[in-house]
Antibody, heavy 119, light 107 residues
Framework: EVLLVESGGAVVHPGGSLRLSCAAS????????IHWVRQIPGKGLEWVAL????????QYADSVRGRFTISRDNSKNAVQVEMNSLKTEDTAVYYC????????????WGKGTTVTVSS | DIQMTQSPASMSASVGDRVTITCRAS??????LNWYQQKPGKAPQLLIYAASSLQSGVPSRFSGSGSGTHFTLTISRLEAEDLATFYCQQSYRTPYTFGQGTKLDLK
């Protein structure tokens, strides 16, 4: 079974830092791009970042560029996102998702991990 | 950034109805358009990729069409289990923006 499991969500103060992880299983991990997507409770989906199969290419949403860093360890089948200078507007459920074979669609998603930025 | 606009924002329908949701892109995206279904408290699930290709395991009552800037998701005969929020997403250029969502509930 293809699985993605996020972890690391927590309550953090504004200006703080957090690292989220995404553990993958059930597929050849180093063949696929991995994305992060977030969702403010009760709101829509916002694409956050992606990392290529080898980590050589990373892309970010304007809202997080310069504060978030995505990385991967193919030996551990894992992707991380380091989140710095957190703002209250970063409060959301964060999902990792695997890119599929068709036109950069996201064909497998984790269940999400919750980040709350609050004083 | 490419803006994605869905309509309607919400709608009510009955079991057995034909349902159509529209998504428009602010610039041409060829067929780099995907549709997702999200049920309350769950992660989104891919329904349609590349505008019209049905994801494996998705019922054939779901279909997608369009290219360029105008796309549609159609449910041919609505079933109760289809009630959810639907999102389009462009994957033509980063940032891979989503539409604001269409919430579908029972009439």
């Amino acid at each position: 079974e293809v699985l993605l499991v996020e972890s690391g969500g927590a309550v953090v103060h504004p200006g703080g830092s957090l690292r989220l992880s995404c553990a993958a299983s059930g597929f050849k991990f180093d063949d696929y791009m991995i994305h992060w997507v977030r969702q403010i409770p009760g709101k829509g989906l916002e694409w956050v970042a992606l990392i290529s199969w080898d980590g050589g290419d990373t892309q970010y949403a304007d809202s997080v560029r310069g504060r978030f860093t995505i990385s991967r360890d193919n030996s551990k089948n894992a992707v991380q996102v380091e989140m710095n200078s957190l703002k209250t507007e970063d409060t959301a459920v964060y999902y990792c998702a695997k890119e599929g074979i068709g036109g950069s669609s996201l064909d497998v998603w984790g269940k999400g991990t919750t980040v709350t930025v609050s004083s | 950034d490419i803006q994605m606009t869905q309509s309607p924002a919400s709608m009510s329908a009955s079991v057995g109805d034909r349902v159509t949701i529209t998504c428009r892109a602010s610039q041409t995206i060829s067929t780099y358009l995907n549709w997702y279904q999200q049920k309350p408290g769950k992660a989104p699930q891919l329904l349609i990729y590349a505008a019209s290709s049905l994801q494996s395991g998705v019922p054939s009552r779901f279909s997608g069409s369009g290219s360029g800037t105008h796309f549609t998701l159609t449910i041919s005969r609505l079933e109760a289990e289809d009630l959810a929020t639907f999102y389009c997403q462009q994957s033509y250029r980063t940032p891979y923006t989503f539409g604001q969502g269409t919430k579908l509930d029972l009439k």
